[in-house]
């Protein structure tokens, strides 16, 4: 059972960045994900949910409007589209997954990925 | 939003010691508290679930309990390698909140 996060990097306030997670070794299509983050020096941050197809997708209110969560289930990949981004965004990402199918009360993550950085500056 | 309030923030701990950290919510979340361990350049691991669920493969000198609004993580005899940062995260509602971490150093 895997997870691995790609697409990090350095980007300039105001720009653009989609981070990818691959998973592996259990039914991807069985299971809500999500992706955390931890600036670095601080603490966890969890920042979107989706459902197991993707018709239920939640975000931490700091995100709203900029950040779209978004899943391929033929690919068993995990996609966060960033847009207008902040030196605030600036964190390692974490793709972890959920317990059951949707984000509901008493499911955790159960499996997570090494994370990627995503460094906001100018 | 629920907010979780861990204490210590920062605990001085050597190999064999008890350690217990708390973990307190704003408001009642039943069981719903799980617990991680965080180690530099590592994943995340889930130690415990839904307050006091052991996950498979953890070592049995970690427990959990407690519901409502307080809750504990209890390390029986402090291992090397338990040397890390441990978050409690509620899964009651959106959006799921973690404490601010408990570090534990030599």
């Known amino acids: 059972v895997q997870l691995v996060e790609s697409g990090g990097g350095f980007v300039q306030p105001g720009r653009s960045l989609r981070i990818s997670c691959a998973a592996s070794?259990?039914?991807?299509?069985?299971?809500?994900m999500n992706w955390v983050r931890q600036p670095p020096g601080k603490g966890l941050e969890w920042v979107a949910g989706i459902s197991w197809r993707g018709g239920s997708v939640n975000y931490t209110d700091s995100v709203k409007g900029r950040f779209t969560i978004s899943r391929d289930n033929a690919k068993n990949s995990l996609f966060l589209q960033m847009n207008s981004l902040r030196a605030e965004d600036t964190a390692f990402y974490y793709c972890?997954?959920?317990?059951?199918?949707?984000?509901?009360?008493?499911?955790?993550?159960?499996?997570w990925g090494q994370g990627t950085l995503v460094t906001v500056s100018s | 939003d629920i907010q979780l309030t861990q204490s210590p923030s920062f605990l001085s701990a050597s190999v064999g010691d008890r350690v217990t950290f708390t973990c307190r919510a704003s408001q009642s979340i039943s069981v719903f508290l799980n617990w991680y361990q965080l180690k530099p350049g590592k994943a995340p691991n889930l130690l415990i679930s839904a307050a006091s669920t052991l996950q498979s493969g953890v070592p049995s000198r970690f427990s959990g309990s407690g519901s409502g609004t307080d809750f504990t993580l209890t390390i029986s005899s402090l291992q090397p390698e338990d040397f890390a940062t441990y978050y409690c995260q509620q899964s009651y509602s959106i959006p799921r909140t973690f404490g601010q971490g408990s570090k534990v150093d030599i």
């Open positions: 070794g259990f039914i991807f299509d069985d299971y809500a």
């Open positions: 972890a997954k959920g317990t059951l199918s949707d984000i509901l009360t008493g499911s955790w993550f159960d499996i």
